[in-house]
């Protein structure tokens, strides 16, 4: 009788290129990197990943999570899933074989359980609203109109950042504070591929921009140069921020489904963001001020970094935002003659008061900006609270597994 054979099975993980909106969210994420790109897609390394799921909850749309069965010799290679449009079919898997021949087999990677890598919450705040995600794909968008497109910064500067509002009409877009969408710029890369979505955070709270209308607003700035300093033109950015009035833009989404804002009244925002990181920030304390009088009663307390006064986002309408409603500090960190002075500083000039709130079990942290901002936050939060005689790893711990410690950094 011949004895059985050993096969080699993989759960492989693939990241769906039709739903993917290329965020870098799970390259960032994953903590043995796995995860690579190129212009055309995020893929997954089938000998590296070891399905940790690390990768899983950040991701906005979901396509993060997909998984086939098949011989390991047969893995899609790095090379092959860069090409793909859409994602293979789960094909035929010599199942009896399986059941038989491979009881005691290791290989095969099932997902497993949450790494610590994961620096913030992955579950929403246990108050926030049910969100909607992925009404609208790449393959079915739908359309939005331009009705407004402001300049925020002062002309002077080189960074033009602009508030677009978009308009629905009577098409369904239901939203909250802390999601994003997606826009399908025109045209196509130089390899002839439709250029793929980008994405942006709503800046505006779930009642829309105004009141009662079915429209969104974004934060958005002109990319004029890359990481390395190179002239470029940001394919989406620019064509945002050149868009009149009466122009139609097609919108995917929305997407996220944690970094929500909670909805019990007495809950605290402590919010830490620069440049157009400010667009959830905005969106969340909009909608508190529109509710203050509705039974609203907890602490907003908010530091926002740019490079100068002019450079920063909202500053008008921001610094004229009552001082009982909103503690504002704001950080510059090129003012001409003065020192250099980031969020993380003005977190430590006022940390008594970061201390009372990281010691209320009703306060929500968010962070969006820059990813170069995330380890001094961090590293601040950590500094305040053992100063104040608080265990930060606890803390730390506790807040990611409430869901009141987001992250949103790029």
């Known amino acids: 009788m011949n004895a059985p054979v050993s096969i080699d099975?993989?759960?492989?993980h693939l990241i769906d290129p039709e739903i993917c909106i290329r965020c870098n969210t799970c390259e960032e994420t994953c903590p043995i990197d796995a995860i690579t790109h190129d212009e055309n897609n995020y893929v997954v390394k089938a000998?590296?990943?070891n399905g940790c799921m690390a990768c899983v909850p950040?991701?906005?749309t979901g396509a993060i999570d997909n998984w086939r069965t098949?011989?390991?010799?047969?893995?899609?290679g790095v090379d092959e899933q860069l090409t793909w449009d859409v994602l293979p079919t789960q094909g035929a898997v010599p199942v009896a074989t399986l059941a038989t021949e491979n009881a005691g087999a290791s290989d095969i990677i099932e997902?497993?359980?949450q790494t610590d890598t994961v620096r913030g919450s992955t579950v929403p705040p246990w108050s926030a609203a049910k969100p909607h995600v992925n009404l609208y794909t790449h393959k079915a968008p739908t359309t939005a109109t331009v009705v407004g497109n402001y300049r925020l910064t002062d002309?002077?500067?080189?960074?033009?950042?602009?508030?677009i509002v978009l308009d629905f009409g009577a098409t369904p877009f239901p939203v909250l504070e802390g999601q994003s969408i997606g826009i399908l710029p025109p045209g196509a890369s130089a390899d002839g591929r439709a250029h793929h979505a980008r994405q942006y955070s709503i800046a505006s709270p779930r009642d829309g921009e105004r009141p009662g209308y079915n429209n969104v607003s974004l934060t958005v700035k002109r990319v004029v140069q890359d990481h390395d300093g190179n002239a470029t033109a940001g394919v989406c950015s620019n064509y945002l921020c050149d868009l009149k009035k009466g122009d139609v833009v097609n919108v995917i989404g929305p997407f996220g489904g944690t970094f929500l804002m909670p909805n019990h009244p007495n809950s605290h925002l402590l919010m830490i963001c620069t440049g157009t990181g400010s667009a959830p920030m905005r969106a969340m304390t909009e909608y508190r001020r529109r509710r203050r009088l509705k039974g609203a009663t907890g602490k907003l307390m908010l530091f926002f970094g740019a490079r100068t006064k002019e450079e920063l986002p909202y500053f008008g309408p921001l610094t004229n935002?009552?001082?009982?409603f909103i503690d504002t500090n704001l950080a510059f960190s090129r003012t001409p003659k003065q020192p250099k002075r980031y969020v993380q500083d003005a977190m430590r000039e006022r940390?008594?008061?970061v201390a009372q709130l990281l010691k209320d079990d009703n306060t929500h942290i968010y962070v969006c900006g820059l990813k170069g901002m995330e380890d001094g936050v961090l590293q601040a939060l950590k500094e305040i609270a053992e100063g104040q005689g608080l265990d930060w790893d606890a803390l730390w711990q506790r807040l990611r597994k409430e869901g009141r410690l987001h992250l949103e950094t790029y």
Not at 321 to 324: C, G, M, N
């Open 9 to 12: 099975i993989l759960k492989q």
């Open 155 to 163: 002309a002077a500067t080189d960074s033009a950042i602009h508030h």
């Open 321 to 324: 935002l009552p001082k009982d």
């Open 58 to 60: 950040p991701c906005p």
């Open 351 to 353: 940390a008594p008061d």
């Open 111 to 113: 997902p497993g359980p």
């Open 70 to 76: 098949l011989l390991r010799a047969d893995a899609y």
């Open 47 to 49: 000998d590296t990943c």
